[in-house]
T-cell receptor
Framework: DAEITQSPRHKITETGRQVTLACHQT?????MFWYRQDLGHGLRLIHY???????NKGEVSDGYSVSRSNTEDLPLTLESAASSQTSVYFC?????????FGPGTRLTVT | SQQGEEDPQALSIQEGENATMNCSYK?????LQWYRQNSGRGLVHLIL?????REKHSGRLRVTLDTSKKSSSLLITASRAADTASYFC??????????FGGGTRLMVKP
């Protein structure tokens, strides 16, 4: 069955380190998204992509970057992790309309 | 910023009762979607209602949309303990990007 996976599921890192969160989907969806979820804020859009070599900034993109070299993957990189980036990160893919979410990555920056 | 705002923030009911959650939003939309999130898990798509639709049903779920009032409601009939989760409305104003509200935490007591 097609699916969307995220790795790692949990990550603890130190302030200032570069961190990459992986997202892989097997639906062959062109559209992929990264959200972060924090208490009191719901989900907020970080970056999104409509296809290979396409990336766009979302509402809270500062300190994050993405790259899209193939249809299946959209890795999210924190260039220099900050404590404010402690959060749960969700990746999603979509053919248009509904979205399919991954299980999430809980990131703690100490 | 959040496009959708859910009301109430928390709801506790007995099994068998109906649960109603409301969502208000600020701008014109293409569609509005509802998602469920069980504790510690990713979001699961429940239903999508387009801006030209007023009501939609899916099993025990009934969603209404009033674009003149910029509001939507999700009704879960004959609730079960397994319905315990957080429920989010999300609006698509174009570009297949979703803006989420803060969610309603539903507790269904057996």
């Amino acid at each position: 069955d097609a699916e969307i996976t995220q790795s790692p599921r949990h990550k603890i890192t130190e302030t200032g380190r570069q961190v990459t969160l992986a997202c892989h989907q097997t639906w062959n969806h062109n559209n992929m998204f990264w959200y972060r979820q924090d208490l009191g804020h719901g989900l907020r859009l970080i970056h999104y992509s409509y296809g290979v070599q396409d990336t766009n900034k979302g509402e809270v993109s500062d300190g994050y970057s993405v790259s899209r070299s193939n249809t299946e993957d959209l890795p999210l990189t924190l260039e220099s992790a900050a404590s404010s980036q402690t959060s749960v990160y969700f990746c999603a893919s979509s053919p248009g309309g509904r979205k399919y979410f991954g299980p999430g990555t809980r990131l703690t920056v100490t | 910023s959040q496009q959708g705002e859910e009301d109430p923030q928390a709801l506790s009911i007995q099994e068998g009762e109906n649960a109603t959650m409301n969502c208000s939003y600020k701008t014109s939309i293409n569609n509005l979607q509802w998602y469920r999130q069980n504790s510690g898990r990713g979001l699961v798509h429940l239903i999508l209602i387009r801006s030209n639709e007023r009501e939609k049903h899916s099993g025990r779920l009934r969603v209404t949309l009033d674009t003149s009032k910029k509001s939507s409601s999700l009704l879960i009939t004959a609730s079960r303990a397994a319905d315990t989760a957080s429920y989010f409305c999300a609006t698509d104003a174009g570009g297949n990007m979703l803006t989420f509200g803060g969610g309603t935490r539903l507790m269904v007591k057996p």
